[in-house]
């Protein structure tokens, strides 16, 4: 099972919003086939591994990171396909939480006399799948808020532009988020700020993640501006280059919404709650993009707003060796002001990279 988890990481950024799948084979203690998942429409993991096996599938043991399918989409089922290989045994590390799944991949299995066994890895496997998992049973991305801070908590001097505090190693580690994510929101503000660009850039990702295959070449994870008035600029970084650029707006500009469409961006209308877009109504709207897991990069205020909202399944917070003071701005705007309203972090891992820390915090409540 360790072996077919290898494999189905190497669909990290390529699956988009399938889940990242990968099967091996075994047969008399030798592996005879294997395969991975490599992008939507192609085949599954399952059917690379039986034709690399060839003659040798039948009465093997198939070892598959997640629950075979049972229903057609873009491929047939994946369990039809073991069981027309005549597979003896099916090693499942994740059952599908997909409602057209949920199970039924593995009763097919067994009625077919295949025999059926839940690994010990489960939690190696939602953790590959975790944006694909959250999606199937919430129908809203898994979402990413990635910051970064001076010692003192501070994240952009008081005019609001951002100065990078931290070194290479957290460059690089911020390009693996963005290369395993579909979609990376900001904010108008930090795009007025920063001119960002938001894109994927292999050569700055680590070195342990720049072979595993990837088409950021010709494709990059949807970029996404929350614009309320639509202020942005027309020759704005974030909307030149490839993929899909996205400005949401509660704005009836219709002649710069026309100008903005003109050139390939995508704007789309949302709801507003006490004036600013309505962020359940964004990330609603993502899910049925098929947007597994999303990063937000963005400025204080709207970082406050998605924790306030409990919106954040993951919060990643790097910091600097750096003093910026009490006139730079702070980290989050978040108006709290007794302790019994201060939030709660859990599920907290610190590691170092070069003279910086980062924090990854699975936990994020805003009520004690």
Known sequence: MKKALSLAQKG??????????????????H????????????PHAEVFAIENADDFAEGATAFVTLEPC?????????ADALIKAKVKKVVICNKDPNSLVAGKGIAKLKAAGIKVKMSKEKAKGEELNVGFFHRMKTGLPFVRLKMEQSLDGRSAIASGKTYRTTESKVRQD??????????????????????????????????KYRKLPNDFDNYQPMRMVLDTHLRINLDAR?????????????????EKIKQL????????????????IDLNAVLVWLGTQQINELL???????????????????????TAPVIMGSLARPLFELEID?????????GVKVKRLGKDLRCLIDSVKTTV
């Open 12 to 29: 990290l950024f390529t699956t988009t919003g399938n889940p990242r799948v990968g099967c091996v084979l075994v047969s008399r203690g």
């Open 31 to 42: 592996i005879v086939g294997k395969g991975y998942h490599k992008r939507v429409g192609e």
């Open 70 to 78: 049972s229903h057609f989409g873009k491929n047939p089922p994946c």
């Open 174 to 207: 911020s390009q693996y988020w963005r290369a395993r994510s579909q979609a990376i929101l900001t904010g108008i503000e930090t795009v007025l700020h920063d001119d960002c660009r938001l894109t994927v850039r292999v050569d700055e990702l680590p070195k």
């Open 238 to 254: 974030i909307l030149q280059g490839l993929g899909r650029k996205v400005v949401m707006t509660a704005s009836l500009n219709f």
């Open 261 to 276: 469409e003109s050139q390939g961006v995508e704007v789309v209308p949302m709801p507003t709650i006490d004036g600013v």
């Open 296 to 318: 937000v990069e963005t400025g204080a205020r709207l970082a406050g707003s998605f924790i306030n909202q409990s919106l954040v399944n993951q919060l990643i917070i790097y």
């Open 338 to 346: 007794k302790m019994q309203n201060s939030i709660r972090l859990k």
